[in-house]
């Protein structure tokens, strides 16, 4: 049973396309915007924006800046 259920999988993992992509049949490629000189190739469509990627920052901890004095940061009052 379970050479069965390997087979399975092996065979369905190895059912990933391997060729160039394409838009379906009967289905039109993406239009192109009216600032591209061209429509984008399914490789440059797969490309990120930098924006959808951010770069990290690790510094989290850094000091603060002094902060002037605070009229309002009083000791609390005595009862």
């Known amino acids: 049973m379970r050479t069965i259920a390997l087979a399975a999988l092996l ?7 391997q060729g160039a992509l394409e838009p ?3 289905r039109p490629a993406p ?4 600032t591209q000189t061209r429509a984008a190739t399914p490789q440059e469509m797969l490309k990120l924006d ?15 800046p002094e902060r002037g004095s605070d009229p309002f940061n009083l000791p609390p009052p005595r009862n």
């Open 24 to 26: 379906k049949a009967g």
């Open 11 to 17: 065979l369905l993992a190895s059912c990933g396309k």
């Open 31 to 34: 239009v192109r915007s009216e």
């Open 50 to 64: 930098p924006q959808s990627v951010p770069v990290r920052v690790d510094d989290n901890q850094a000091p603060l």
